[in-house]
């Protein structure tokens, strides 16, 4: 069985390289880049191994291609696109509308398609499945089902094969054709009722997320105000042993997923005359912490930052990937710069960001530790500035939350 997955970013590679070990994957993208990079058997997601691809490429199950073309004789298609916010902070499916445009003028016999980018509940019914049916010349009956995605990337313990998929097919057909392509590879499989109730689900798991990351942000403010410790606080609460989930305060939310799946919630929920106001406000308060710790930042060195050498530590989303999707770095160095401060930031990881390389960790006034590597040493962080402002409460020994 042939499978064309469109979308070779951490989505649709890390399922690339899972569903090679059974089928034959055509990996399709429009960045020619990572297509030559794919070929060559280099991964440029953290999670695959450039050694298991080489070894796909190899047996010869597994090759990319940015020619649309290529994906006409597969039998699956699953459609792993982006889906961000436009600039006024809207669903934005522009990349799923060009992935239905290639699947509609090239696939010319009936295939499973199945979605696995993250979107409202009603993207398939209402727009992958038309959308493919207005590019194609003939009408060809497809079968649709929606399988949303939960990869972590960077994570060990849980990946596809042991984390429990949701799946739903437009028709009985489609269910059973879904599971049966998924059950190769996955250990775990909750067919629900409709493709709806998945895609909810989806947005819902990362909202869930995103309020409790909210909430302890408030709450370390409001420990900070009582002058108590947050992490202490939230170590004696968890040792409840029910009704109670530890979430970690932090200078923000990152990636491609708590920021934006609670507004695609929150948008179809307000289309639909349903008030979102506690996740609107989640997302306020996220974003309002990076504000939060500059301010802080600032009270601790006299109220003035201006000229003082900053750098920032940690600029990807979350440690141990290179990721600077959303990163709460961003709008920490952007109120630091507000307010006078020379800045530069330290993040090996990422290597090159915004035009900016990563600066070495030594020599600064102050250090702002947003996201801690694994690989980062505490002590080079601790001697890396006279003032060290941890977000992350790893860094024993600086100034915290
Ligand atoms: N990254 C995650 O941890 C994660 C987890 C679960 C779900 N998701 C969801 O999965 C979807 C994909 O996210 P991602 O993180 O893999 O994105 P990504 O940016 O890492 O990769 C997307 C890839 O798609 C390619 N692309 C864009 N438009 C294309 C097109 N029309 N045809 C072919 N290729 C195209 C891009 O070049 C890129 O390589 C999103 O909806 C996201 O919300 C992501």
Redesign the pocket.
Known sequence: MKVAI?????????ISSFASEFFEVIG????QR?VDQLNAGISH?EGVESATLKKWIGRGSFRAT?REANISDADVVVI????PLTDDRKPDLT?ID??C??VGENVTKPVLVIN????FPGTLRNYIKPAIEKYSKNKIEHLYAIS??????GRSDFNQKNTPRLYSGLTLEASEKTRAFYSRFCDKLIEVSTPEVAEAA?LFENTFRQVNIALVNEFAQIANALGISVYETLDAANTKPYGFMKFIPSAGVG???IP??PTYLAAIAEENGAPATFIRRANEVNLEMSEYIVRRVFEDNGGNLQGKSVLVVGVAYKPNVA?V?ETAAELVIEHLRCRGAVVSWHDDVVGNWKGESSAPLQGADIAVVVTKHDGVDEKKILASAPYVFDTTGKVKGAKSL
């Open positions: 469109i979308g070779q970013g951490y989505v649709g590679l890390t399709f993208d429009k960045s990572i997601i940015s792993a696109v982006p889906t990349f060009a992935a445009k290639t696995e980018s993250t979107s949303p995605e939960r990869v972590d990337p989806k990636g491609h997923c934006v799946d990721d999707r």
